[in-house]
């Protein structure tokens, strides 16, 4: 059961397995999403197939106005640490 929902705090636990799988296809996105462990983002959406979206600056820093990168993850690679 998920129990995410826009506006909570999560931390990036793990860079998701198609990621990794398929990182020689998206190296930019494998390479921010290991950049992104650890850190903490806002929910910002969360979609039919319960992925949470997150923003992020090239740094992989928080992106609080969402115009450089969206990305979708799996909420067993999140961990909730506020509300």
Do not use: C, Q
Request: aromatic share 8%; charged share 30%.
């Amino acid at each position: 059961m998920n129990n995410l929902a826009i506006g909570d705090i999560v931390e990036v636990l793990a860079v998701p397995e198609p990621v990794t799988r398929d990182r020689d296809k998206f190296p930019e996105t494998y390479d921010l999403l290991a950049t992104a462990i650890g850190r903490s983002y806002a929910i910002r959406s969360i979609n039919e197939h319960s992925m949470a979206e997150i923003w992020l600056n090239d740094d992989a820093s928080e992106d609080t106005r969402g115009i450089h990168h969206s990305l979708w993850i799996e909420p067993e690679y999140l961990r909730k640490i506020a509300r």
